[in-house]
T-cell receptor, first 113, second 111 residues
Framework: EAGVAQSPRYKIIEKRQSVAFWCNPISGHATLYWYQQILGQGPKLLIQFQNNGVVDDSQLPKDRFSAERLKGVDSTLKIQPAKLEDSAVYLC???????????FGQGTRLTVV | DQQVKQNSPSLSVQEGRISILNCDYTNSMFDYFLWYKKYPAEGPTFLISISSIKDKNEDGRFTVFLNKSAKHLSLHIVPSQPGDSAVYFCAAKAGGFKTIFGAGTRLFVKA
């Protein structure tokens, strides 16, 4: 079974630039998550989708971050404009449903300079 | 707000001995607890979980203990192997709400 796929693996941008990350979840998984993991901290949920609807985006900085999950499958997370404090690993995860454990992708390491 | 706390940033254990990783939580509404393991440059992988209606769950070398009165859980690895060296995250959730992760404990298993 293929795992959660994310791209790119690494990205370096200057502050105030924009960046987008892509995620392809495990086939059939209805729930998709985007997490932000800052160095030395645990993953923090940014947004959770159930199919193509948003379940929780309470910790998403909506003035600069946006995410979508078209057709309830792939998802993109965008940051515009980026700030230095956005430097982190962005993890995508999926699960069959909201009450089950999540399967994580390898993450995208973003460095904002 | 740190609802899930892993107070030990790192732990070093000799191969073959027991590793005990600890986790404390503050939200009494949490009813499901998970442990994830993370190797460098990889995403976290699910290891073991426990429901709040239980106080112990065992899977091979891994056992999770839950003490609800103390709001404390622990992960025991017996015997520890060098391949267990990784960062371990404790996580908790309440019903269908989001999963809250601790900051992680880095385990070193020395051969």
């Amino acid at each position: 079974e293929a795992g959660v796929a994310q791209s790119p693996r690494y990205k370096i941008i200057e502050k105030r630039q924009s960046v987008a990350f892509w995620c392809n979840p495990i086939s059939g998984h209805a729930t998709l998550y985007w997490y932000q993991q800052i160095l030395g901290q645990g993953p923090k949920l940014l947004i959770q989708f159930q199919n193509n609807g948003v379940v929780d985006d309470s910790q998403l900085p909506k003035d600069r971050f946006s995410a979508e999950r078209l057709k309830g499958v792939d998802s993109t997370l965008k940051i515009q404009p980026a700030k230095l404090e956005d430097s982190a690993v962005y993890l995508c995860a999926s699960s069959p449903g909201p009450g089950t454990e999540a399967f994580f992708g390898q993450g995208t390491r973003l460095t904002v300079v | 707000d740190q609802q899930v706390k892993q107070n030990s940033p790192s732990l070093s254990v000799q191969e073959g001995r027991i590793s005990i990783l600890n986790c404390d939580y503050t939200n009494s509404m949490f009813d499901y607890f998970l442990w994830y393991k993370k190797y460098p440059a990889e995403g976290p992988t699910f290891l073991i979980s426990i429901s709040s209606i239980k106080d112990k769950n065992e899977d091979g070398r891994f056992t999770v203990f839950l003490n609800k009165s103390a709001k404390h859980l622990s992960l025991h690895i017996v015997p520890s192997q060098p391949g267990d060296s990784a960062v371990y995250f404790c996580a908790a959730k309440a019903g269908g709400f989001k999963t809250i992760f601790g900051a992680g404990t880095r385990l070193f298993v020395k051969a």
